[in-house]
């Protein structure tokens, strides 16, 4: 069946891979499934037809015969869980992995998301250089919790898997702010997660395509 996810026309950070399609392209790339890309504008985002399969006008979305996903964290899982590859056979193990998913999206991402909104949509409102201290602080702190447990691991429990993929993802969302660099071994693990194949390859895609656009 064929696979079709939505990412951005132009992305607003013009290719440089933070766009939340890039964990989904890199998830299917892991897995060996090939996929289609519809490309969405803002304006269409928010028309009927993209929010009848985003109830919040977001991109990615997945289809697969008559399924329809939103929310990468899902969309991934979804993936892992139907083909070899992004989580192990032991069940417990395969418990952990998952819970590594959500800490990535539910307790590392929500402060470099406050980071993004406190730069971008706050940056000019008069407390905003007494706020965004704070800020990087909180991110920080949840860096640092981060580093003691990873340790000199390769990966954040065992071999790689689906929960790497999305720790990994949330990290790189702190390349503009160049928090991630006061982590050593945070940023290597970054880097071994995308000197993957995989990930290479999910990320010359997104490229390519706002490469194209731009050159319009
Ligand atoms: N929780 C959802 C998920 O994980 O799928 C969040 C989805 C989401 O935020 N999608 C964003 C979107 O569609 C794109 S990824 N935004 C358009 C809108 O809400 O109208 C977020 C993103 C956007 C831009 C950059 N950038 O330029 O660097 C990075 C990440």
Redesign the pocket.
């Known amino acids: 069946m064929t696979i079709t996810i939505t990412a951005?026309e132009q992305?607003?950070?013009r290719g440089?891979g933070?766009?939340?399609d890039v964990r989904v392209r890199w998830a299917l790339e892991e897995v060996g499934q090939p996929y289609d890309v519809r490309l969405v504008s803002?304006k269409a985002?928010k028309e009927p037809a993209h929010l009848a399969l985003h109830p919040?006008?977001?991109?990615?979305t997945y289809e697969e015969g008559g399924l329809v996903l939103?929310?990468?964290?899902a969309i991934v899982l979804h993936i892992a869980e139907r083909h070899p590859g992004l989580l192990p056979e032991d069940a417990d193990a395969r418990a952990r992995a998952i819970a590594w998913m959500f800490a990535a999206?539910n307790t590392i991402e929500p402060p470099i998301l406050e980071l993004v909104t406190a730069k971008l949509l706050e940056g000019d409102k008069p407390w905003a250089a007494e706020r965004l201290p704070l800020v990087k602080d909180r991110i920080r702190g949840r860096l640092e919790q981060l580093v003691t447990r990873l340790g000199d691991a390769e990966w954040l429990d065992g071999a790689f898997s689906a929960g790497d993929l999305m720790m990994v993802a949330v990290l790189l969302?702190l390349k503009p702010s160049r928090l991630l660099d006061e982590f050593p071994s945070l940023t290597a693990y970054a880097a071994r997660g995308t000197a993957r194949p995989a990930y290479q390859r999910a990320f010359a895609a997104q490229l390519a395509v706002n490469a194209a656009t731009l050159s319009r």
Do not use: A, N, T
């Open positions: 951005f992305s607003p950070d440089q933070l766009s939340r803002f985002m919040f006008g977001q991109i990615p939103f929310e990468s964290g999206v969302r």
